[in-house]
């Protein structure tokens, strides 16, 4: 057996809970923290992202951690959203949150985990996904070009000072 096989014996998947969430404000920090080099105007204290009451307890959302011997190593989310009207879909699957701990990634935990969220999204007809991800950050790109996902809609932003 070899190492990457070792590596991903032991890791388990399981939808989150609310009783997961004070782990999950600590990981949060840690993608805001992973993306603070490629956006300057994140602020410097008390950033946070998500929603997670909402992503923990509606029906239109699947949160997935992943666990190495009880702790938890990677999250990821889908969650279900209304798509603009000019779209021939009338729903997506807008997926965020995607961290995985420096030690275990490039192993394909990502991968596993996106790949498990679109599995539940498709069972509830769910067939186009979106996401966001700064375009420095080579790693995430690269890993959701590995789930299949290409460069759509470029996001450009102008900050010029006060008067
Ligand atoms: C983005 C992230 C979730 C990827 O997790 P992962 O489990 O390593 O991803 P996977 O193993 O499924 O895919 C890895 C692929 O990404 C690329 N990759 C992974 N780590 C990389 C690195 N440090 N540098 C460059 N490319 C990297 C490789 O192409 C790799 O594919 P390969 O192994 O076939 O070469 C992880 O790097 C992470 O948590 N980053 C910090 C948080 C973050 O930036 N999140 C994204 C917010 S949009």
Do not use: C
């Not at 388990?12 to 609310?18: G, S, V």
């Not at 961290?99 to 969220?117: C, E, F, S, W």
């Amino acid at each position: 057996m070899n190492r990457l096989e070792t590596s991903l014996e032991s890791i388990t998947f399981r939808q989150a809970t609310l009783a997961d969430k004070s782990v999950l404000l600590n990981l949060e920090q840690q993608v805001v923290e992973a993306e603070r080099p490629f956006n300057s105007v994140i602020k410097s204290v008390a950033a946070t992202y998500y929603d997670l009451d909402s992503l923990l307890t509606q029906e239109n959302s699947y949160l997935m951690v992943a666990e190495d011997i009880n702790s938890i190593i990677a999250t990821g989310y889908v969650q279900i959203r209304a798509s603009k009207k000019s779209l021939q879909h009338a729903e997506h699957g807008y997926l965020g949150f995607m961290y995985v701990a420096p030690q275990h990634r490039g192993l394909g935990i990502n991968k596993l985990i996106m790949d498990k969220l679109i599995h539940w999204s498709r069972n509830q007809g769910v067939l186009d996904f979106y996401l966001d991800v700064y375009a420095q950050n080579d790693a995430a790109i690269k890993a959701y070009e590995k789930v299949g996902f290409e460069a759509s809609m470029v996001e450009m932003k102008l900050h010029v000072s006060a008067e």
